[in-house]
């Protein structure tokens, strides 16, 4: 067990508050489909559209079967588009770091859900230079966010599609337009890095951008030598030319958009091996300093724990990036969780990994349930204190959370399970509720039940979407109790249920 004497949530609480390889490819041929030659790195690019005239000028063609726009969630109606399914992306980019300018082009993998003359995707701006679809030129049109590519066949329910779409421009240009806010692309001057929840994702790649549609990832990313290139899953090969480095990264377990980074800048790389040789590979920029690397020294020991928990840890690797910049956040990006120089408290730390299994395995159907991920990682650093620095510690943190949830309860408008669009990443509705909930349930059913419940939870939903719902049933089943009042007190209703085995009685507070 380990010495802590002071409790690091409510700083956490402070600052989370502020939140709201495939083939290979020549990049010449990339720029080669512009009409405009590349930019010089030290000119401002030009973001004219660059639409090719001959096509585009002629009227859209008959559209009697358009894809739905939206995928049906309650928050976000525009998110995401229907009528298919994405299997894998494979990005193909050449990156002017200095310039924070890139060639793209992302070759999507889908199948049709439903008989379609067009289908929308998500993509922020950035210039198109062609879409192919099985290799033929077809029409596209923009409104907003929204991508819809006119289909040169009708396709029926079951059919496989390759869309790919070749792009350029500087990502993310005028972010705050960005439903959400969200940031996606980060330019950083000596580096780039990419966090984006719930949006972002869009600002660098056409995507159907809604955690729903979990799809697998390749990355061919192109850089002068000088850069490092990291991104999600296992570095394939990286090859040599002329002064550039391309890196092919490939992502093998199926994930959601928001959980794509990349990573560009001077890194120094440390590998390590974690349980069962698990591969740990993390990016720390050049800049950061000894004393931040050091946060991440309990890494392998966090993931070891973990698996006992919760179960195999469901990707192919582990690490991080911490980018040498200062953010003001930490996101669970799968296999590679970003970080800046400025936060890498304890709990952000076991918080991303325990994301692993909670949001990133097990995804999201609804970003309604996002309790399900920021609950889950936030309980998750309470376990994890609790194996470190004893019950006692961490009872202390429960107890202590409790009480300033207590006092301001009365003034929260929206519950843990139903928060609204705008608390989506409220710390004590989501986060700090959330994560009560699950230490309640625990008291509530013993522990036996409880960490059975998140074993079949995590092993019946890896690879795809949970709703609220499907855990309740785990949980009521496990423990063969019925639970929906237990649940609806703590999920969906205002006022803060008490803790009574641990003697926390909410008036007491008030
Ligand atoms: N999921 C992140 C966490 O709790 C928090 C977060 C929400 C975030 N939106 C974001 C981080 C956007 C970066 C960018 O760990
Ligand atoms: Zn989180």
């Not at 956490?12 to 939140?19: A, C, D, I, N, S």
């Not at 049709?112 to 030129?137: K, M």
């Not at 000088?226 to 002329?242: C, D, I, K, M, S």
Request: hydrophobic residues 40%; contains cysteine; negative net charge.
């Amino acid at each position: 067990m380990r010495a802590k004497t002071k409790l690091a949530l409510l700083t956490t609480l402070t600052l989370l508050t502020g939140l709201a390889c495939n083939t290979v490819t020549n990049m010449m041929a990339l720029r080669d489909q512009a009409d405009q030659p590349a930019p010089q790195t030290t000119a401002t690019p030009s973001r004219e559209t660059g639409r090719t005239p001959s096509l585009e000028d002629q009227p859209l063609p008959p559209n009697p079967n358009p894809g739905p726009v939206g995928l049906g969630d309650v928050y976000f109606e525009e998110l995401g588009n229907g009528g298919y399914d994405v299997q894998h992306y494979h990005i193909v980019l050449e990156v002017d770091l200095p310039a924070n300018y890139v060639y793209g082009r992302t070759d999507i993998d889908l199948v049709a859900t439903q008989t379609l003359t067009s289908l929308n995707l998500e993509l922020f701006e950035l210039q198109i230079d062609q879409v192919l679809v099985n290799g033929q030129a077809a029409r596209h049109s923009r409104l907003g966010i929204e991508l819809t590519v006119y289909l040169p066949q009708t396709a029926h329910a079951g059919d496989a599609l390759q869309i790919s779409i070749a792009y350029r421009g500087v990502p993310g240009e005028s972010r705050e337009a960005l439903p959400q806010h969200s940031q996606g692309w980060i330019h950083y001057g000596h580096g780039i890095a990419v966090a984006g929840e719930p949006t972002g994702a869009s600002t660098w790649y056409p995507v159907n951008e809604h955690p729903a549609d979990m799809a697998t990832y390749s990355f061919s990313i192109t850089v002068d030598t000088r850069y490092t290139v990291a991104a999600n899953g296992l570095l394939q090969e990286t090859e040599r030319t002329n002064g550039r480095t391309t890196y092919h990264w490939a992502l093998n377990q199926p994930i959601a958009p928001y959980l794509v980074t990349l990573a560009v800048g001077e890194f120094d790389i440390v590998e390590s091996r974690g349980p069962g040789g698990l591969l740990i590979r993390d990016y720390f920029g050049r800049g950061v300093p000894a004393e931040v690397r050091a946060d991440f020294d309990d890494t392998a020991e966090v993931l070891a724990y973990f698996e006992t928990l919760f179960g195999p840890y469901p990707f192919d690797a582990y690490g991080v990036v911490v980018h040498d910049t200062s953010l003001n956040f930490a996101l669970e990006t799968a296999t590679l969780s970003v970080f800046g120089r400025t936060f890498t408290d304890e709990f952000a730390v076991v918080h991303e990994i325990a994301h692993h299994w909670f949001g990133n395995s097990v995804g999201l159907e609804q970003w309604q349930d996002i309790w399900l991920n920021e609950g889950f990682a936030t309980y998750s650093s309470d376990l994890w204190n609790e194996y470190a620095y004893g019950r006692e510690f961490m009872e202390q943190g429960i107890s202590e959370l409790y009480q300033s949830l207590a006092g301001i309860a009365p003034f929260l408008e929206t519950t843990t399970g139903d928060p609204g669009p705008q608390a989506l990443f409220d710390f004590a509705t989501v986060y700090a509720r959330g994560g009560l909930a699950l230490h309640a349930l625990r008291l509530e059913i013993g522990d036996e039940a409880f960490f059975n419940t998140l074993q079949v939870y995590t092993a019946n939903f890896a690879g795809r979407t949970a709703r609220t719902a499907d855990f309740i049933e785990i949980a009521e089943e496990v423990s063969g109790r019925d639970l929906g009042d237990f649940f609806d007190a703590w999920l969906f209703q205002l006022e803060l249920p008490d803790i009574p085995q641990m003697g926390l009685y909410a008036e007491d507070y008030q």
